[in-house]
């Protein structure tokens, strides 16, 4: 299920609008679409489900986005890296959420 919406997002990132809206119910979240522009690059959606993975709760994973982020030279605000994280532990963590400190998920 969430490998296959997945695979839309990245039908879309190829360009192909048209077609994944007509397949999507929903508009990608802000923390979808800053990942699939900045990160998507060299990551496979393995990447998330491979079995040892370096993110083993909430916290840790948002401190992988933030290393990962300043890799990169972004300089996101606290507010990205949020939505970042909330948007991979939605499609593949699934880890409890303790401290967001909003509610992302309502957007
Ligand atoms: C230069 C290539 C590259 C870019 C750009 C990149 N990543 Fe990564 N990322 C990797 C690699 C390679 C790993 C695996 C590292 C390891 O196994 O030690 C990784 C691992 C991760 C993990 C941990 C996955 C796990 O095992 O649970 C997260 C989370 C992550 N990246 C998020 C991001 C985010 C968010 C961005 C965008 C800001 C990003 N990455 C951009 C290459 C990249």
């Known amino acids: ?22 397949q999507t119910p929903t508009v990608p979240s802000r923390g979808e679409l800053l990942y699939s522009t900045h990160c998507i690059a ?12 370096l993110a083993q709760n909430w916290v840790g994973l948002k401190a992988e986005v933030r290393r990962w982020q300043g890799t990169s030279g972004l300089g996101w605000s ?5 939505d970042v994280a909330m948007y991979l532990n939605t499609s593949f963590y699934q880890f409890p959420v303790a401290d967001t400190g909003r509610i992302s998920m309502m957007k």
Do not use: P
């Open 42 to 53: 060299c990551h496979t959606t393995q990447l998330h489900w491979r079995d040892k993975q």
């Open 78 to 82: 606290e507010e990205d890296v949020t």
């Open 1 to 22: 299920m969430a490998k296959n919406s997945f695979i839309i997002v990245m039908l879309a990132c190829l360009g192909n609008w048209g077609f994944a809206q007509a």
